[in-house]
């Protein structure tokens, strides 16, 4: 913006300087909106709130070894059994509360058709926690 002079010596030439007015009253004006709205947004309501003293109960859920071997063979906790046997037992374990969970440790060898069946089993006898067991790298 050019201001006009009465100075004959200096030419016209325009202002380079930035005018400085606005931007100070906008920040004057952002710093009282912050020291007015600072104070609310730290205010809390005081409670007492009452003091009770309970322990929770957490009903530790027991867990199943499952073995399968590369020849197929199942091992319930360490134990051989059949697969009728597994069929029996998955049935008695689904009747607990809280129910079990199934770890099934599978052999790398084995057919998936084996644990596929293990599953379809534990599924029909009601089962619903399942975990593979693996080794780590």
Do not use: C
Request: charged share 25%; aromatic share 8%.
């Amino acid at each position: 913006m050019a201001f006009a002079s009465f100075d004959t010596h200096r030419p016209n030439a325009p202002v380079a300087d930035i005018n400085m007015i606005p931007l100070i009253d906008v920040m004057l004006v952002l710093l009282v909106v912050f020291i007015v709205t600072a104070p609310l947004l730290t205010h809390a309501v005081r409670l007492e709130l009452p003091k009770a003293t309970s322990q929770v109960w957490h009903a530790k859920a027991d867990k199943i070894e499952l073995a399968i071997d590369a020849s197929g063979a199942l091992f319930w906790n360490g134990e051989r059994v059949d697969r009728a046997a597994l069929r029996v037992r998955f049935a008695v374990a689904s009747a607990r509360v809280p129910q079990p969970e199934v770890h099934i440790r599978a052999d790398e060898r084995v057919a998936y058709r084996a644990v596929a069946e293990v599953l379809a089993d534990a599924s029909k006898a009601g089962l619903a926690r399942f975990g593979f067991v693996s080794r780590p790298e």
